[in-house]
């Protein structure tokens, strides 16, 4: 029997498994994909200071710590139930049954769906499809693409597109509706972009995007957006767009694009037409949280955190003995804070289990979640504002009801 079963081989998961191992406990991390790595694998993009982040090298290096340790990592495995089982709990797997006394779910997060009307033709996909597409498969999703949605997370991906010689023609809005929601307000997503305007490849756009921070700014620089829209990177950034159909026989033709006002209205008689053979869609991220669901684990919903989060301390543990939880699940933030939080979570698991008196392991991990903290705050992107008041309310809650 395993000491502890980590499901989800992404930052958080590996990263979990070697602080494990480290304290000599028998580890398996299990993933449905084929390669270990999760996330990591699509990303590259360049750091503020210039260096350059390789998703596949950092996964690497952390599967090779891993694998030395003793670690087994199941990829192509899927779990499709969990239950407590005794003093532990019990893995349903399509391989095999899984007794365990700690169990870690470091599920990550999926795509929001953004409906566009003829979203279902072949070449439209999620803009994680086409990262996946493009950085880990290596193929090209197509020959000249648009992205409909404007976030942190569609204008990193979109650049990595880029990198890899995708013609990309611009960056537009969803048509709004009761699921983009905000994600069709030219006001509301400018707020959104002011975020990363510091990642801008020009001193004069890191400037712009400082002073629009000024709300008398933000409506001035709406009002007078250039119809070609900004370009960041030479893709044209188009706050005043948004598309309202993707156009095609038996696969993606065209896109048809409306110019909307400062607050989001369709101006009548300027649709046009652009020719693209592919369509990335970005409606943002959420937390993969079903898993910790079925196991009946309560959540509280955080908008600062990217929807409904599993209940959790500092130290990655639920209310649920046994049951932890690291990375994305817990809410949206970088690979590099998921791997960091899944160093805690290994060695709160391996503290447990030890039951040792030694205060070593207290020392790693007081200074895990200081290198957590620091991370976050050093955080060139952050995918949601407010992201310290939602990590603060989820500690008080969590000590207030379950301490």
């Known amino acids: 029997m395993y000491d502890a079963v980590i499901i989800g081989a992404g930052p958080a998961g590996l990263s ?3 602080a494990c191992a480290k304290w000599n406990l028998q580890v398996v991390v299990i993933d449905e994909f084929m390669k270990p790595g999760g996330r990591l694998l699509g990303q590259l993009h360049q750091e503020p200071d210039g ?44 391989k095999e049954r899984i007794d365990t006394p700690k169990l870690l779910l470091a599920t990550g997060a999926a795509e929001t769906p953004a409906p566009v009307p003829g979203w279902t033709l072949p070449g439209v996909m999620s803009i994680g499809a086409a990262q996946v597409m493009t950085n880990v498969h290596r193929v090209r999703p197509g020959k000249k693409g648009i992205v ?26 969803p048509p709004v509706n009761p699921i ?34 000024a709300n008398w700014m933000q409506n001035l620089a709406l009002t007078f957006y250039p119809k070609s829209g900004v370009k960041m990177w030479g893709i044209p950034i188009h706050l005043r767009k948004v598309a ?5 026989e038996k696969e993606v033709e065209s896109v048809t694009i409306c110019s909307v006002t400062p607050d989001g209205k369709r101006i009548e008689g300027s649709k046009q037409t652009m020719d693209v053979d592919f369509v990335c869609i970005a409606g943002g ?28 301390n500092e130290r990655m543990k639920t209310p649920l ?9 817990t809410g949206i933030e970088s690979a590099k804070v ?37 991370i976050r705050s050093n955080a060139a992107i952050q995918f949601h504002q407010d992201i310290h008041a939602g990590r603060n309310k989820m500690e008080s809650i969590y000590k207030e009801q379950f301490s």
């Open 51 to 94: 260096t350059w982040w390789n998703g596949i090298k950092e996964a690497n290096i952390l599967v090779e710590q891993a694998r030395a340790l003793g670690v087994d990592i199941w990829c192509g495995v899927s779990v499709h139930h969990i239950e407590e089982a005794g003093q532990g709990w019990r893995v349903h797997t399509n």
């Open 148 to 173: 409909i949605g404007i976030n942190v997370l569609s204008a990193a991906i979109t650049r990595e597109l880029q990198l890899a010689g995708v013609d990309v023609a611009g960056m537009v809005l």
């Open 180 to 213: 983009t929601k905000d994600a069709g307000n030219p006001r509301k997503v400018m707020q959104s972009i002011l975020r990363i305007s510091h990642l801008a490849p020009s001193a004069f756009l890191r400037m712009g995007g400082k002073l629009a921070r």
């Open 244 to 248: 309202v159909q993707i156009n095609g």
């Open 321 to 329: 003995e046994g049951l932890y939880v690291a990375g994305n699940i």
């Open 16 to 18: 979990a498994a070697i």
């Open 338 to 374: 998921a791997r960091a939080q899944g160093f805690v979570a290994g060695l709160s698991i391996a503290k447990e289990t030890i039951q040792s008196a030694d205060s070593a392991i207290d020392k790693h991990l007081e200074n895990a979640l200081d290198e957590v903290r620091k």
């Open 285 to 312: 991220l959420y937390p993969l949280a079903e898993l910790a669901a079925v196991a009946g684990c309560p959540f509280h919903y955080f908008p600062e955190l990217g929807g409904h989060v599993p209940v959790h």
